[in-house]
Antibody, heavy 119, light 106 residues
């Protein structure tokens, strides 16, 4: 059974940068697409970005396109979300999630890491 | 693709049948999943491809629908079902979620 451990959240000033990480175990990592989903305080779920199993293709929500970059290291079973030009509205719990296909169900989720953008 | 979920909240008695609907702004075939999220926890997949029960999920949960109209049902509400439920489409990018339905005990 897959286990995901997200990390890297914290307090950052508007305009700043942060890198989130997600370590995956219990799965053949290189066979799974990866996704980041966020949840602003008291709000619903918002898909942020996704990356195919090989890392050859990435997809982004319009709200983060050009500011966030998703990548993966299949030799180290990790996926990353580099967030730049952060805004107050990026404040949220960020979850990594995975499924076999970039478009499909999210079978496994991390516990979430909190990002707060504030001066 | 906009996903409109209703109701946004509901209150029901233990043992009641509970139904949540999700309306897509365009045809998404059966490319729809349902998740349960309890406070302070990550979402959990319950139903995939509109009507398939995820392994280990109790059979009181079910889903149906295709095209633009979908429903999710709890046949007999249990105390551990108190949570917020979300639909999610994956027919096209960006992947989108419904706004959520908070289920409470009356």
């Amino acid at each position: 059974e897959g286990q995901l451990l997200d990390s890297g959240g914290g307090l950052v000033q508007p305009g700043g940068s942060l890198r989130l990480s997600c370590a995956v175990s219990g799965l053949t990592f290189s066979s799974y697409a990866m996704t980041w989903v966020r949840q602003a305080p008291g709000k619903g779920l918002e898909w942020v970005s996704g990356i195919t199993a090989t890392g050859g293709n990435t997809y982004y929500a319009d709200s983060v396109k050009g500011r966030f970059t998703m990548s993966r290291d299949n030799s180290n079973n990790q996926v990353y979300l580099h967030m730049a030009s952060l805004r107050a509205e990026d404040t949220a719990i960020y979850y990594c999630a995975t499924g076999r296909y970039i478009q499909g169900r999210f079978d496994y989720w991390g516990q979430g890491t909190v990002v707060t953008v504030s001066s | 693709i906009q996903m409109t979920q209703s109701p946004s909240s509901l209150s029901a008695s233990l043992g009641d049948r509970v139904t949540i609907t999700c309306q897509a702004s365009q045809d998404i075939r059966d490319y729809l999943n349902w998740y349960q999220q309890k406070p302070g926890k990550a979402p959990k997949l319950l139903i995939y491809d509109a009507s398939n029960l995820e392994t280990g999920v109790p059979s009181r949960f079910s889903g149906s629908g295709s095209g633009t109209t979908f429903s999710f049902t709890i046949s007999s509400l249990q105390p551990e079902d108190i949570a917020t439920y979300y639909c999610q489409q994956y027919d096209d990018f960006p992947i989108t979620f419904g706004g959520g339905t908070k289920v409470e005990i009356k």
